[in-house]
């Protein structure tokens, strides 16, 4: 990989860290330290993901507008401020009004990288996303350990923690991706009335398949909300669900790279990685819902990791090779708003399921939004020209 991409990688690395120091602990916060019902706890997270959703959308227009390097140094200044804010004064109801700033900032820093990676490496497709994605997963496996150790130590190093990582993002940003030049953003504005029909054309696809990557992240969350309480009511221990989420991240850093070259052998298409991956969603979830003693949930999360190796670095993949000249970070804010749009629904969604009817009832329910994905991940590029190169008619490695 170029030293770009080395860079961007290190970088998504150290921010994910930082976040994932605190991500996890919340809901406890708020819950042990301030108490605060699960339900205003919720609404304050779903506050947070909602802030996150405009950043990222407003990071994708940023990107366009005046280039990854400027985006991200915003996005990081930004969480940073809140950050020291949150180090020092984190009782309530300041502590809501932080965590929201830093889902703004965090939300601008996402799209520009996603779209500044696939930007200086367009060779390399999907590996490009795929690293990216690797490197959130290896962030959130150490941030989570590491938060959990400190706060065992003492929760007010938390937010000291998180706010060390975001100094050291900063760094690496200030340092190492000013000299990164995006050719994309360089576009030209006097290309006339063609291009913004281009724009329709490709935002339609996108939309249709966001929108079935919105419905495998509002199952994918029932494993953090109504799973994981699920969990604890047949007695499985918090260190056996724990070590589930463990898992999950090794089989990402390790099966990663397996899995780039099976695609790479078997030459398919993103269209049927992504329809490959909704599939084995569906295994996973059966299995889940049968599941009554930790080896059902085990096996259900290797299989559901397996899946999300398939779906996940797709779908940014494909939004950029559908993403017009100098539409690259609004394409790549779609999807990562989409992502968390998903993130938001799922715990309400799930909730009341659970509440009005049974586990069984959710279960059969998220089958059935997971079929709906795959609907729109089968029809998504239809409306595009059929002399067009669809990016999911292409090999791309």
């Not at 961007?8 to 108490?35: D, E, K, Q, R």
């Not at 953003?185 to 398949?209: C, R, T, W």
């Not at 804010?333 to 009005?356: A, F, H, K, Q, Y």
């Not at 069984?360 to 998504?380: C, D, Q, R």
Request: proline share 3%; net charge positive.
């Amino acid at each position: 990989m170029p030293r770009a991409i080395w860079l961007l990688v290190l970088g998504m690395a150290v921010n994910t860290i930082g976040s994932s120091f605190l991500w996890p602990l919340n809901t406890i916060y708020l819950h042990n330290h301030l108490g605060k019902s699960l339900s205003v706890s919720g609404i304050v997270l779903m506050i947070n993901s909602g802030a996150n959703v405009i950043g990222n959308l407003y990071g994708g227009h940023l990107f366009d507008k005046i280039g990854g390097y400027k985006s991200i140094i915003l996005g990081i200044g930004i969480s940073l401020i809140a950050l020291l804010g949150l180090t020092f004064w984190h009782g309530w109801p300041v502590y809501v009004i932080f965590l929201t700033i830093i889902g703004f900032g965090t939300g601008i820093i996402f799209p520009s990288m996603y779209a500044m990676a696939g930007s200086v490496w367009k060779e390399g497709g999907r590996k490009t996303f795929n690293a990216l994605y690797v490197a959130q997963n290896v962030g959130v496996a150490v941030g989570a350990a590491l938060g959990g150790i400190v706060a065992d130590y003492s929760f007010e190093y938390i937010f000291l923690a998180n706010t060390l990582m975001f100094i050291v993002f900063m760094l690496i940003a200030v340092f190492g991706y000013r000299g990164i030049t995006v050719e994309s953003i360089m576009h030209d504005h006097n290309q006339g009335s063609g291009q913004p029909l281009k724009n329709n054309g490709q935002l339609q696809p996108l939309l249709i398949l966001c929108l079935g990557y919105l419905l495998c992240w509002v199952a994918y969350n029932q494993w953090t909300t109504t799973i994981a309480s699920y969990t604890q009511e047949i007695h499985i221990s918090l260190s056996h669900y724990s070590l589930l989420w463990t898992i999950n991240g090794a089989l990402i850093v390790i099966g990663q790279p397996v899995l780039n070259g099976i695609l790479y052998n078997i030459r398919t298409s993103l269209k049927g990685q992504m329809l490959i991956g909704i599939v084995i969603f569906i295994v996973s979830f059966i299995i889940a819902g049968r599941a009554t003693a930790f080896s059902g949930f085990l096996v259900a999360m290797i299989i559901l990791t397996i899946g999300e190796m398939f779906v996940w670095p797709a779908v940014p993949t494909v939004a950029f090779s559908l993403a017009p000249k100098g539409r690259e970070g609004f394409y790549q804010g779609i999807v990562n708003s989409t992502g968390t749009g998903g993130r938001m629904i799922g715990p309400v969604l799930g909730g009341m399921m659970v509440d009005l009817y049974s586990m069984s009832v959710l279960f059969t329910v998220l089958i059935g939004l997971f079929l709906i994905a795959i609907i729109t991940t089968l029809t998504y590029d239809r409306i595009l020209k059929k002399e067009q190169v669809l990016p999911s008619c292409s090999h791309t490695d």
